[in-house]
């Protein structure tokens, strides 16, 4: 089997990436959370804890390739409650036989099969979640901010009294007006530029964490399709055994006799 670290591997080296890129950018990056920081640290808490989980889907690969070795270097009789957790139906099939050769029918394959690839689809529902809720946060933060920058450019507006001919009072009150729809502005725009980009970063590993299924998946199949000796009736595997085949001489001369 493959080590799936190389995934990992690929994942830390692409944050750290986006780490250097972020270091170069602190000091806007810093600007634009603080015009929003109650949603944008909401939108950073989520971040890490996406990448935690995008990493701990690649990590679980390990003990269910680490069965998988054990079961092929000899040892017999591994029990159901050491199985995996992806691996546990298998496990089932598999319990009190060697690793050499061992008899499955195709749709008992095919079902075994299934039901890994369900549980690797299952678990990473999860991950794909966290990238629709940073979208979500980002959006949200977006129209918060836009609903404050509506209400402060009515309030300029109706604050507007050019009756007296001052346009230079006029001038400056809507000067000190508009600060704080720019401020509106600020906190819709910050919260979309964290909710998309952490999305985007969220994407890339869950596909690196997508292609370590993938890959930990069709190994599993190439090695079942090659040490299983597949039947399609067990009845006709019993007739057409050497014992059995036997047994039936011996009668059919019995008879002549």
């Known amino acids: 089997m493959s080590n799936m670290r190389h995934y990992l591997m690929l994942m830390i080296i692409y944050l750290a990436i986006v780490a250097v890129v972020c270091a170069f950018l602190f000091v806007p990056l810093k600007t634009a959370f603080m015009n ?37 270097t000899g040892d017999i009789g591994l029990s159901v409650a050491e199985g995996p957790r992806f691996l546990k139906s298998l496990a089932m099939h598999l319990s009190g036989t060697t690793k050499r050769r061992f008899s499955l029918s195709a749709l008992s394959l095919q079902t075994v099969l299934e039901g890994i690839r369900g549980r690797l689809d299952e678990s990473r529902e999860i991950s794909r979640y966290m990238i629709g809720l940073l979208i979500f946060l980002g959006l949200l933060g977006t129209f918060w901010g836009l609903l ?12 507007l009294q050019v009756g007296d001919g001052d346009f230079a009072a006029v001038f400056i009150n809507l000067k000190a007006g508009l ?12 919260s979309s530029l964290f909710g998309l980009g952490g999305s985007l970063v969220l994407g890339f590993l869950d596909l690196q964490a997508g292609h370590a299924q993938n890959r930990f998946f069709d190994e599993l199949e190439e090695w079942l399709s090659g040490v299983t000796q597949l039947i399609d009736n067990p009845e006709e595997e019993i007739e057409n055994s050497p014992n059995n085949r036997n047994l039936s001489q011996n009668s059919n001369e019995d008879s002549s006799c």
């Not at 404050?148 to 604050?159: L, P, Q, S």
Request: charge should be positive.
């Open 148 to 159: 404050g920058t509506i209400g402060a450019v009515a309030n300029v507006i109706e604050g």
């Open 36 to 72: 929003n920081w109650g949603f944008n640290l909401v939108i950073l808490f989520a971040f890490f804890v996406g990448i935690g989980i995008n990493m701990y889907q690649v990590l679980r690969l390990e003990p269910e390739i680490n069965w998988m070795k054990i079961y092929r």
């Open 179 to 190: 600060l704080k729809p720019m401020q509106g502005m600020g906190t819709a725009f910050s």
